[in-house]
């Protein structure tokens, strides 16, 4: 299985990426790279590439590993020692987390360095256990997500049979309501923990979306998803 996603950058250019999930890896090569986005579910993405003029060659990263070395942890003594971004946690980079994280760590770190002084011997230590509590959320998100896939590899943490059903249900739902479908946004960039999925509210908009689509009759719950975006429909 393949997904792409067609992304804007500055001056004009955009970039294509394609993942991969199970080892079903893209094709690095450019005419292999353009072949897989013709099989796609979305003809867009093929239709757009073949306008553009391309102005790097493909490049493929197979690093996809979730990495997490706990520093908050360590026993012995961390004086003088500081790790943030990939060197403390690394994502997979299909979820684009690691900046984010990165970036929020910094800001961790200065505000450690602000209370307690850079000569301060307990700063590393600190820090670590503050930055360690960050982690925590994108990690789970990261490390929830690769592990839906029977393939990935690692220990699987407690309580996935538990909560996938629901988080499945969550995202399908936020398809229709533009409620729930702004919280996915929220939880995934960030901007609130992976907790807000579980708040009563919620909650009770995905167990209201679930009832009527299992009530509603097998038509309406068994509607194809379009291949085309809905802005790009034709109409008539």
Same mark, same amino acid.
């Given at each position: 299985?393949m997904a792409g996603v =067609?992304?804007?950058? @500055?001056?004009?250019?955009?970039?294509?990426?394609?993942?991969?999930? +199970?080892? !079903? $890896?893209?094709?690095?090569?450019?005419?292999?790279?353009?072949?897989?986005? @013709?099989?796609?579910?979305?003809?867009? =993405? +093929?239709?757009?590439?073949?306008? %553009?003029?391309? &102005?790097?060659?493909?490049?493929?990263?197979?690093?996809?590993?979730?990495?997490?070395? !706990?520093?908050?942890?360590?026993?012995? #003594?961390?004086? *003088?020692? &500081? +790790?943030?971004?990939?060197?403390?946690?690394?994502?997979?980079?299909? $979820?684009?987390?690691?900046?984010t994280t990165g970036t929020?760590?910094?800001? &961790?770190? +200065?505000?450690?360095?602000?209370? $307690?002084?850079?000569?301060?011997?307990?700063?590393?230590?600190?820090?670590?256990?503050?930055?360690?509590?960050?982690?925590?959320?994108?990690?789970?998100? %990261?490390? *929830?997500?690769?592990?839906?896939?029977? @393939?990935?590899?690692?220990?699987?943490?407690?309580?996935?049979?538990?909560?996938?059903?629901?988080?499945?249900?969550?995202?399908?739902?936020?398809?229709?309501?533009?409620?729930?479908?702004r919280r996915v946004g929220?939880?995934?960039?960030?901007?609130?923990?992976?907790?807000?999925?579980? @708040?009563?509210?919620?909650?009770? #908009?995905?167990?209201?979306?679930?009832?009527?689509?299992?009530?509603? *009759?097998?038509?309406?719950?068994?509607?194809?998803?379009?291949?085309?975006?809905?802005?790009?429909?034709?109409? *008539?």
């Amino acid at each position: 299985m393949m997904a792409g996603v =067609l992304f804007p950058v @500055e001056q004009g250019r955009w970039l294509v990426t394609l993942g991969g999930v +199970a080892k !079903h $890896y893209p094709p690095s090569d450019e005419a292999g790279f353009m072949a897989a986005l @013709e099989t796609l579910r979305s003809p867009v =993405l +093929a239709a757009t590439v073949r306008l %553009a003029e391309p &102005i790097s060659p493909v490049y493929s990263n197979r690093a996809m590993a979730n990495r997490f070395r !706990h520093y908050d942890r360590w026993r012995g #003594r961390l004086d *003088g020692f &500081i +790790a943030v971004g990939d060197a403390a946690c690394a994502f997979n980079p299909v $979820y684009g987390q690691g900046m984010t994280t990165g970036t929020v760590s910094a800001t &961790i770190l +200065a505000d450690c360095l602000k209370k $307690y002084g850079p000569m301060n011997p307990e700063l590393s230590r600190r820090f670590f256990r503050a930055q360690g509590r960050f982690q925590a959320s994108p990690w789970m998100l %990261a490390t *929830g997500a690769d592990f839906r896939f029977p @393939e990935t590899e690692g220990q699987r943490p407690s309580g996935g049979k538990l909560f996938n059903p629901y988080i499945d249900t969550l995202f399908k739902a936020g398809r229709d309501d533009v409620v729930l479908h702004r919280r996915v946004g929220e939880v995934l960039n960030m901007l609130k923990p992976p907790s807000a999925f579980f @708040e009563p509210s919620i909650m009770a #908009r995905v167990a209201w979306w679930a009832f009527r689509r299992k009530f509603a *009759g097998a038509a309406s719950a068994t509607q194809p998803i379009p291949a085309m975006p809905p802005s790009l429909i034709p109409v *008539g």
